[in-house]
């Protein structure tokens, strides 16, 4: 016992030091679309230049990664003042950059360094629309595909459609996939960034904001106000960014992801010092399969699942075994666990950011734990249960105590299917420790996140395939010990 305690604390603080990074550390974070993940990567690039920095990205919506700032788990990140105005600081309408300042101060936070350009948002039809403006959208029969955080927004969906007196039920769509949805004419209106990419590509037609909804959002750092006291070598620098990158750059930029098939460091890099060479051919999926950072990314996930599946044991086996022998709590008990296990995985990560103060690997920890409790508790309530009753009479004629009767007996006779429960719950958390990527936590899901915000399947596939092979060998590794337990009774027998 005392030896899977120290292994366990081990690998906990295995996964959690580097998450924690020291604080000579500068961690920039970034949003889950590929503008933030290229304005993180000039970030960081720009600071390390002048001390250690780190990127922290893909954490998801706005709401994670402003809570990762106010956290300290990250120093600052790539926003838009439109951004900031209505969705951060609830104001009903546009103000100014010194008044934003000033209600930021209070959080701890401060706004600065204007990237040069403005990414609106917009609404975009297919090019043979014949509709030109927002206003024509009312009281039209079409299929709206908007992105989950614009649906949300307090700029977004809620405020256009009071405006422009829309009234069509839009559809949750990933921003990722959306061009493609409406060419493939699954969707009739998406919302874009101004600056994306694709518009050209799929010919698009952006719909005039006729009644002036959108306000400015212009890109700038939302940063730590401790930022510049800690690292003012690199805070210098990334204040030399200011107006330097153009609408028509970031585009460019977001091309050379999306369309060419390149890495955001390798973008960044290229516009912060641009050479002649030009990369060659978009990387396929076994050279994204296999890169450099398979190894890092294997044993960031297979940490999460070790650790979550071992805390699992520790509390799940516990209360199975409370709630079999003690009938008033069964039902409680059951039921706390099951619930635990409804709560959305998105939800229950943006919960924990601000309750632990932190972002990365403990809170996805936290969640991980939480949903492998229900097979664990489940099966071991289920295996003490299903002990025969003559088993029980026997060891009470053997004068065996209820302690030693547990152990000597009902144990090991549930054991089967206790395992069965713990494997259930590796295989699942194998699967469910994808999600971690979207707080910085690392894993396969890493891939996943990228794969969606560029809509590449083989980035996609990269990320799935390794998870998909460790369930698989998580598995069969279960089923040779439950053959080896089986092999082993029947030579006691």
């Known amino acids: 016992m005392r030896t899977t305690i120290l292994f366990l604390a081990v690998l906990l603080f295995a996964a959690v030091a580097p998450a924690g990074a020291a604080d000579d550390v500068l961690r920039v974070g970034s949003k889950r679309f590929t503008e933030s993940y290229i304005l993180g990567e000039l970030l960081t690039q720009t600071a390390a230049a002048h001390g250690q920095a780190e990127h922290r990205q893909g954490l998801g919506n706005t709401a994670i990664v402003l809570a990762a700032l106010q956290a300290g788990s990250i120093d600052v990140y790539p926003e838009y003042l439109g951004t900031i105005d209505l969705e951060i600081l609830k104001n009903p309408k546009a103000t100014?950059?010194?008044?934003?300042?000033?209600?930021?101060?209070?959080?701890?936070?401060?706004?600065?360094?204007?990237?040069?350009?403005?990414?609106?948002?917009?609404?975009?039809?297919?090019?043979?629309?014949?509709?030109?403006?927002?206003?024509?959208?009312?009281?039209?029969?079409?299929?709206?595909?908007?992105?989950?955080?614009?649906?949300?927004?307090?700029?977004?969906?809620?405020?256009?459609?009071?405006?422009y007196g829309l009234t069509q039920l839009p559809r949750g769509l990933d921003h990722g996939i959306a061009y493609e949805a409406l060419a493939q004419r699954q969707v009739d209106v998406i919302d874009i960034y101004s600056t994306d990419a694709k518009i050209k590509r799929y010919g698009m037609k952006v719909l005039d904001d006729d009644l002036h909804y959108f306000p400015r959002y212009d890109a700038v750092l939302l940063y730590r106000l401790d930022l510049p006291q800690r690292f003012p070598a690199a805070w210098n620098a990334l204040r030399k960014l200011?107006?330097?990158?153009?609408?028509?750059?970031?585009?460019?930029?977001?091309?050379?992801?999306?369309?060419?098939?390149?890495?955001?460091?390798?973008?960044?890099?290229?516009?912060?010092?641009?050479?002649?060479?030009?990369?060659?051919?978009?990387?396929?999926?076994?050279?994204?399969?296999?890169?450099?950072?398979?190894?890092?990314?294997?044993?960031?996930?297979?940490?999460?699942?070790?650790?979550?599946?071992?805390?699992?044991?520790?509390?799940g086996i516990p209360l199975g075994i409370l709630a079999a022998l003690v009938p008033r709590v069964r039902q409680a008990v059951l039921a706390l666990v099951g619930v635990l296990q409804t709560v959305p995985s998105l939800a229950l990560l943006a919960m924990l950011i601000p309750m632990l103060g932190m972002i990365g690997t403990a809170p996805a920890l936290v969640a991980l734990f939480i949903y492998a409790l229900l097979p664990v508790v489940r099966n071991t309530c289920t295996a003490i249960l299903g002990v025969p009753q003559g088993m029980r009479t026997a060891a009470l004629a053997l004068g065996l105590r209820p302690g030693q009767r547990l152990l000597y007996v009902e144990l090991p006779l549930a054991l089967p299917v206790i395992l069965a429960g713990v494997k259930t719950a590796a295989v699942m958390s194998v699967g469910t420790a994808t999600i971690a990527a979207f707080i910085g936590?690392?894993?396969?899901?890493?891939?996943?996140?990228?794969?969606?915000?560029?809509?590449?399947?083989?980035?996609?596939?990269?990320?799935?395939?390794?998870?998909?092979?460790?369930?698989?060998?998580?598995?069969?590794?279960?089923?040779?010990?439950?053959?080896?337990?089986?092999?082993?009774?029947?030579?006691?027998?």
């Not at 917009?122 to 090019?127: E, I, P, T, V």
């Not at 044993?299 to 699992?312: N, P």
């Open 96 to 163: 100014s950059l010194a008044q934003m300042r000033a209600a930021l101060a209070p959080m701890g936070l401060g706004v600065a360094v204007p990237l040069g350009f403005n990414n609106t948002y917009a609404l975009a039809m297919r090019g043979d629309s014949q509709l030109k403006k927002l206003s024509d959208l009312a009281r039209q029969p079409l299929r709206f595909g908007l992105s989950h955080e614009f649906i949300g927004r307090a700029d977004g969906w809620p405020g256009l459609a009071a405006r």
């Open 242 to 315: 200011e107006g330097r990158i153009s609408a028509e750059q970031m585009i460019a930029m977001n091309a050379a992801v999306e369309l060419e098939g390149k890495n955001f460091a390798a973008v960044a890099r290229e516009w912060l010092a641009p050479v002649a060479r030009k990369d060659g051919a978009r990387a396929g999926l076994a050279a994204k399969l296999f890169g450099p950072d398979l190894w890092t990314l294997t044993r960031q996930h297979l940490v999460l699942v070790l650790v979550s599946v071992a805390l699992a044991c520790l509390g």
């Open 441 to 493: 936590a690392g894993g396969y899901g890493e891939r996943i996140t990228i794969g969606l915000a560029l809509n590449d399947n083989d980035m996609l596939l990269a990320g799935a395939i390794p998870a998909a092979v460790l369930a698989l060998l998580t598995q069969l590794l279960f089923e040779a010990l439950e053959k080896l337990m089986s092999r082993r009774a029947a030579t006691a027998n």
